[in-house]
């Protein structure tokens, strides 16, 4: 396991313990109020969380192999629903993010592991305004977040992550209120999925599963769970 993984892992881990009261060295540098994260609730009720790094091609083709996502939508966040279209949002004048809606069970996955697998293979959370080829504020880095426990889980993973000195850069994730989030058009829905050899998907996106797979096999399933499928 590389060091950048490993780092994240640890957040990971130090969130869960935290969660569970144990008590651990790591813990005295981690924040006073480090909210729950790590270890799958007992609630059945599914959540959703929504994030945003970069096209929303690779980050939904990403997470539609993480064991526990139940859907996982494109769209759009951060900005009115009038302008959430496509050709709009990228002109980067509208204050929306590419994003993607996960809907996951959290009896099998915890907030904190979407975080994780988020920070490590899903996108870069240095890059500032762009994601590899495309760059402007609709391919930012951001987490929005829909209650106070998914804000403080956010904060606090991101502060675990500088402690950690996780990347060399710095950590450039926006933690910012969900105040809507509106679906893409269909044919972005599934692109990587219905896609695996466009040229953009093949160099920029796909390296990312075989991380997935590799880095997070615990986590990782070879059936994705398509939009089309769960409706």
Not at 40 to 66: I, K
Not at 117 to 138: I, Y
Not at 139 to 156: D, H
Not at 174 to 186: H, I, N, S
Request: proline share 6%; glycine share 8%; charged share 15%.
């Amino acid at each position: 396991m590389s060091s950048l993984k490993h780092s994240i892992a640890v957040a990971s881990l130090v969130l869960g313990l935290q969660a569970w009261g144990l008590s651990l060295a790591a813990q005295a540098t981690a924040p006073a109020e480090a909210p729950l994260a790590g270890i799958p609730a007992t609630s059945s009720s599914l959540q959703t969380a929504v994030l945003a790094g970069g096209c929303f091609w690779g980050t939904q083709g990403v997470f539609e192999h993480v064991k526990g996502v139940r859907r996982v939508l494109a769209g759009y966040a951060g900005g009115e629903e009038s302008t959430a279209q496509y050709e709009t949002v990228s002109r980067g004048n509208t204050g929306h993010a590419e994003s993607i809606q996960i809907t996951f069970d959290p009896t099998v996955i915890s907030y904190a592991d979407i975080l994780h697998v988020f920070f490590s293979v899903a996108h870069d959370p240095t890059e500032l305004n762009r994601q590899g080829p495309d760059t402007g504020t609709q391919y930012r880095s951001s987490i929005f977040y829909a209650n106070a426990e998914q804000q403080k889980t956010a904060q606090a993973y991101i502060a675990q992550l500088n402690q950690a000195h996780a990347f060399k850069a710095p950590i450039v994730t926006r933690v910012d209120p969900l105040k809507g989030f509106y679906p893409a058009e269909g044919y972005h829905q599934d692109f990587l999925i219905r896609n695996p050899r466009y040229p953009y998907i093949v160099y920029n996106d796909l390296p990312k599963i075989a991380d997935l797979k590799r880095e997070l096999p615990q986590l990782y399933v070879e059936q994705p769970v398509m939009v089309a499928a769960a409706k």
